[in-house]
């Protein structure tokens, strides 16, 4: 059976997954698309999709009866509304992040989804598919023993002027939040916010860089650098120290070459670069479990706290140096 797929937004990232669908992975094929610009869902199905319906809006999208499953690619502050959607229709649906703008909008989603009683969605932190950080995750669970410490950064050579502080956890941060996470198998406790002195090209809105200290449930401590104005490039590192031994996710694969009295290998500088394959790997993986009417990988459970703990990260930001409460409800039974 072909999953027949439908993207609600088709901006960039709609775009790249509906290439991937019908042009890189298997199982799927595109038959519907809708956005609020028509222009660029009829530009989708001009250069990628030809035999795709095009949809005035993502609930008639949902609707459709020769629709299976839903990927919301559209602009944050409409996720919510479409995946409850999907969830109300019984239709899998693979939800990029943001799964909703405010925890709350999050809370309502995961009721929706334990009261359908089926696991429905994945939520795209594409992070746990990074091969690096599945190698990671591997010696962590098996070889360095109980996690004590990790040290992180999250590093990228520019951000424009509308990038404000608060968006360095909701939109950089965010990544590593779910991530560490996954990798520890431990839920966070606390977060901290700690600003050095700003670097020169950051402007009068943004501090930059930060560092972050998260502790988790089990005593772990975390502290992640955000920097992104780092000028250098795009630069994500990790370092799990455990009782036993330390572990460290591995560099992209780069030449090093001695050339003109220099030992020296290229630095990526885009994101896309650095975890263009994972795309690929977390889009299959939801394409095989939508196949069964189900949803693998992150869950809306997940968002959720991402979200919980997301707030939490700004308000340390706001008091700075104080430890605030992450304090999450307890985790349905659905997502055990």
Known sequence: ????????????????????????????????????NKASAEAVKRDIAPDAAIYDTGEALIAASDVDAVLVTSWGATHEQYVLAAIAAGKPCFCEKPLATTAEGAKRIVDAEVN???????????????????????????????????HAAHRNPA??????????????????????????????????????????RSHAKLKDPQIVILETAKGTIINVEVFVNCHYGYDIQCEVVGEDGIARLPEPMAIQMRLGARLQNDILTDWKDRFIASYDVELQDFIHAAA?????????????VAAITSDACVTAQEEEGQAIAINLPARPALYN
């Open 292 to 304: 069964k009417g189900t949803a693998s990988g992150p869950t809306s459970w997940d968002g959720y």
């Open 159 to 200: 951000v424009p002027e509308q990038y404000v502080t608060p968006m360095a956890i909701h939109d950089t941060l965010i990544h590593e939040i779910d991530v560490f996470r996954w990798l520890l198998n431990d839920d966070y406790v606390s977060a901290r916010v700690l600003f050095p002195r700003s670097a020169a």
């Open 1 to 36: 059976m072909t999953l027949r797929i439908g993207v609600i937004g088709t901006g960039a990232i709609g775009r790249e997954h509906a290439r991937r669908i019908n042009q890189v992975l298997g199982g799927a094929k595109l038959v519907a698309l809708s956005d609020v």
């Open 116 to 150: 359908y009683g089926k696991r429905l969605v994945q939520v795209g932190f594409m992070r746990r598919y990074d091969s690096g950080y599945v190698a990671l995750k591997q010696a962590v669970d098996t070889k360095i023993g109980a996690p004590i410490i990790v």
